[in-house]
């Protein structure tokens, strides 16, 4: 059974539109994330929630929007889509123990294409 | 704040040889380390870490680690590399306190020459 799953795995689209990225994780973790890595493999995060509530934004334009409809699902929308948000967009989930931030573990990945 | 300095971009290695991949951290509290591996076109997958205890932390597919408070550092070691360990590898810091993010470094990519 995968422990994070993405969908789609492949996405090209046009300059300006809307696209969604899904996400799904089955371990029963609590904090859930989005990471972009950029054609350089630098991995930056965008987004945390923990048992669906916002804990790390970072400067990410407001054109991003994560929604989190249950702690299992984390979903990222973008609207307007720009070519600088081409990249490969991973999706992650860990357990928060005593504090301690436990091991992270990381979807297949989206690959996204804006022409 | 907390960074993650990966001193290598690339590291090529002939087959068999051992490696070294540097890594060293700031942080201004104590410290959790991981090292992550991702094979191309795919996710990050778990390789180390360091949480307490032992300074010397074994992994998965023959890599270890040695945490060194003093200089700052987590580099990752294997004594004998094989093709399948060409990937790239990330070296990451966490602050803990819960929800602080992880931090990761740049990458360094192995690359092991048959």
């Known amino acids: 059974d995968t422990a994070v799953s993405q969908t789609p795995k492949y996405l090209v689209t046009q300059m300006g539109n809307d696209k969604s990225i899904k996400c799904e994780q089955n371990?029963?973790?609590?904090?859930m994330y989005w990471y972009k890595q950029d054609s350089k493999k630098f991995l930056k995060i965008m987004f945390s929630y923990n048992n669906k509530e916002l804990i790390i934004n970072e400067t990410v334009p407001n054109r991003f929007s994560p929604k989190s409809p249950d702690k299992a699902h984390l979903n990222l929308h973008i609207n307007s889509l720009e070519l600088g948000d081409s990249a490969v967009y991973f999706c992650?989930?860990?357990?928060?123990?005593?504090?301690?931030?436990?091991?992270?573990?990381f979807g297949p990945g989206t690959r996204l294409l804006v022409l | 704040a907390q960074s993650v300095t990966q001193l290598d971009s690339q590291v090529p290695v002939l087959e068999e040889a051992p490696v070294e991949l540097r890594c060293n951290y700031s942080s201004s509290v104590s410290v959790y380390l991981f090292w992550y591996v991702q094979y191309p076109n795919q996710g990050l997958q778990l390789l180390l870490k360091y949480l307490s205890g032992s300074t010397l932390v074994k992994g998965i597919n023959g890599f270890e680690a040695e945490f060194n408070k003093s200089q700052t550092s987590f580099h990752l070691r294997k004594p004998s590399v094989h093709i399948s360990d060409t990937a790239e590898y990330f070296c990451?810091?966490?602050?803990?306190?819960?929800?602080?993010?992880?931090?990761f470094g740049i990458g360094t990519k192995l690359q092991v020459i048959p």
């Open positions: 992650a989930s860990s357990q928060i123990e005593g504090g301690v931030q436990e091991t992270q573990y």
């Open positions: 371990l029963g973790h609590d904090t």
């Open positions: 990451a810091v966490s602050s803990g306190g819960g929800y602080q993010k992880v931090t």
